[in-house]
């Protein structure tokens, strides 16, 4: 079945009819009323004399005014409001109470049990035109803004589904944390957890060969569709290597990137990269990057030092300078990719998280074991946020490379 169109749903609304439902015990009320709208082909008017009919008349015939007599045989009049207004197909409907007399404190007791009006019977036919009109076209609008909220509501919920769904192909395609064997002498933990909208931060580590770990963390501009897209694009081309690119060489790769993805061509989007190559036998890291966060390089005993990703964000210019660094890496270190989710932080003051804060935090906990170290910096980041879900999206991932 095809949906219905919120436009024809509202147009609908707005040319439905003047619908008057009258509910007095007496018959020649009725027919007065009756006679003054007889001549309104805007108009639809239903008399019930029996006030206990009057909510089930009121689910059926759907009016867009009710006019209630105040005193009735078996219903008192202001409980019938007092029922009006507790039932939910009547509790927002318009309703003008009726009264024979003139009386300041029944009409302040109908309008505290959620009177809209108060007419004292029979009123002038332009009166009562003006009024029913008036409360008629108020409750339309009324039905046309809740109309209007339920589709918005629909729609952030169809958005929200969509989003997760794509939440979690994302993280479909995120590696294993990976276990030191002896034919590959690594271990790799992570931490990976979305902002509240869907980021652009992916990563991954495949061998190349039986000697050759490669490692990355990118970071597309923006949040949304558009920017995982754009990573998990970039993601899918890295794993089948489909790039004329040496993917030994890093600066190779980048530069292959940064070719194949001008920022023109996928919507003024750009990404942040840091690709590295570890050689098992040299115990080598190669790395080259653009626009990313520097990887750290944790050595025993010695002070961390920032593998700098010295190119630009990926994508925005044209450039030929790429290069590949080189360093090696003892046993016992550790590498640690993340991006700028982790030390961006905007502090509950107002303030933000400076980048030598987030240096000593990661030095104070940086022999921790790697899921310990990642679950720890996470919770100091939403402490120091103040908040469980951060702005940015949180990716961090720790190698090991044990002796």
């Known amino acids: 079945m095809k949906p219905e169109n919120n436009n024809d749903s509202i147009a609908g609304i707005r040319s439905m009819k003047t619908r008057i439902l009258l509910v007095d015990d007496q018959e020649i009320i009725g027919r007065a009323v009756g006679m003054m709208l007889a001549d309104q082909p805007d108009i639809e008017f239903l008399h019930i004399k029996n006030p206990v009919e009057a909510i089930p008349s009121a689910v059926e015939f759907k009016p867009t005014v009710i006019l209630q ?7 008192d009049g202001l409980t019938l409001v007092k029922f009006f207004r507790a039932h939910p197909a009547t509790k927002e409907i318009p309703l003008i109470v009726l009264s024979a007399r003139e009386e300041p404190i029944t009409k302040a007791k109908a309008f505290e049990l959620g009177a809209n009006d108060y007419v004292v019977k029979l009123p002038d036919k332009l009166e009562l035109l003006a009024r029913v009109r008036y409360h008629s076209s108020g409750y339309r609008h009324l039905l046309e803004r809740n109309e209007a909220y339920q589709q918005i509501e629909m729609s952030r919920r169809s958005m929200a589904g969509q989003i997760q769904s794509a939440l979690r192909y994302v ?13 590959v002498p690594i271990q790799a933990r992570w931490n990976y957890l979305p902002c509240s909208s869907l980021g652009g931060d992916t990563f ?17 501009t923006g949040h949304g569709l558009d920017s995982a ?8 081309v890295l794993r089948s290597r489909a790039l004329d690119a040496d993917f030994l060489i890093p600066s190779t790769v980048v530069d292959a990137l940064n070719k194949a993805f001008p920022m023109e061509s996928y919507g003024d989007k750009s990404f942040t990269i840091w690709y590295g190559v570890y050689s098992i ?18 050595r025993p005993g010695e002070e961390p030092e920032q593998l700098e990703s010295d190119g630009p964000i990926i994508g925005i210019m044209p450039w030929d300078e790429f290069i590949t660094s080189r360093r090696s890496v003892p046993p016992g270190s550790r590498i640690f990719l993340y991006s700028d989710g982790c030390h961006e932080i905007h502090l509950q003051d107002g303030g933000e998280w400076k980048f030598s804060e987030f240096l000593a935090e990661v030095v ?9 170290l990642l679950q720890n ?11 469980d879900i951060l702005d940015d999206d949180f990716t961090a991932v720790f190698f090991d490379f044990p002796e």
């Open 69 to 75: 007599d105040l005193v009735m045989p078996e219903v």
């Open 204 to 220: 991954n580590y495949f061998m190349l060969d039986d000697d050759h770990l490669a490692m990355y963390l990118l970071d597309a």
């Open 171 to 183: 993280q479909s395609l995120l590696p294993a944390q990976l276990d030191a064997t002896p034919a």
């Open 364 to 372: 104070k906990i940086r022999d921790m074991e790697g899921a310990a």
């Open 229 to 236: 897209l754009l990573a998990v694009t970039v993601m899918n």
């Open 281 to 298: 036998s040299k115990r080598e890291i190669a790395w080259s990057g653009g626009g990313h966060p520097p990887a750290l390089l944790l």
């Open 377 to 387: 910096l996470l919770e100091t980041c939403r402490s120091l946020a103040g908040a």
